[in-house]
């Protein structure tokens, strides 16, 4: 079974609009953390965001913004004031349990597009 | 903050011919790095998890032959792929996780491998 599900192969989106990505996962531990990277056409890999599990609130890093509903076992980013800079591969991850050196597990990945 | 150095980032070799790949942690000590392989349009796939001074574990499908790892330093893991045919043609990259020091995972700038 997929551990990480993101629904949105290519998603659109005007310049400084708000977007949100989705992200669904899969997991029976009670301890895990969940990423977001964005791929730029380079290929590095840049880190955007974390939620751990038992973070009760939110978490955000500058226009970058994690919806966590931990019973829907979903974790979307929200991009607002989207900009031209922000097209790329963005993918969702997941480390489980949440000890030790364990890989990250990334979905397919969404390719956001923002237009002028 | 964590920087992980990978080189070459792209190279161009021959059928039958190996490639060695490395990933040098340049500020922190990598206990453990994971290697994974990216198709074009696709997401990463964890070939691999190297551990200083002990074999690397395969994922399931990985050619372990095919695939050499070594991880001899707490600083250096290298990744060759030996009689390399066309098909293994693809983005190679690494990734570490510097402990103690929070969450992120911090990645190589990735190889681009292509076989003639």
């Known amino acids: 079974a997929q551990k990480i599900t993101q629904t949105q192969p290519g998603m659109f989106v005007q310049e400084k609009e708000a977007v949100t990505l989705d992200c669904t996962y899969d997991?029976?531990?009670?301890?895990?953390?969940l990423f977001w990277y964005k791929q730029p056409s380079s290929g590095e890999m840049i880190f955007l965001i974390y939620?751990?599990?038992?973070?009760?609130q939110n978490a955000t890093e500058g226009r970058y913004s994690l919806n966590f509903q931990k019973a829907r076992k979903s974790a979307n980013l929200v991009i607002s004031a989207s900009q031209l800079g922000d097209s790329a591969m963005y993918f969702c991850?997941?480390?489980?349990?949440?000890?030790?050196?364990?890989?990250?597990?990334f979905g397919k990945g969404t390719r956001l597009s923002v237009i002028a | 903050g964590a920087v992980v150095s990978q080189h070459p980032s792209w190279v161009i070799c021959k059928s039958g011919t190996s490639v060695k790949i490395e990933c040098r942690s340049l500020?922190?000590?990598?206990?453990?790095m994971f290697w994974y392989r990216q198709f074009p349009k696709q997401s990463l796939m964890l070939m691999a998890t190297?551990?200083?001074?002990?074999?690397?574990?395969?994922e399931q499908g990985v050619e372990k032959d095919k695939f050499l790892i070594n991880h001899a330093s707490l600083t250096l893991s290298t990744l060759t792929v030996t009689s390399a045919h066309p098909e293994d043609s693809s983005f190679y990259i690494c990734?570490?996780?510097?402990?103690?020091?929070?969450?992120?995972?911090?990645f190589g700038s990735g190889t681009r491998l292509t076989v003639v």
């Open positions: 990734s570490a996780r510097e402990t103690g020091t929070g969450q992120g995972y911090t």
């Open positions: 997991t029976s531990d009670q301890s895990y953390g």
């Open positions: 939620q751990g599990s038992y973070d009760e």
């Open positions: 991850a997941m480390r489980e349990p949440y000890s030790g050196n364990t890989p990250l597990v």
């Open positions: 500020d922190f000590q990598a206990t453990t």
């Open positions: 190297s551990n200083e001074g002990s074999k690397a574990t395969y």
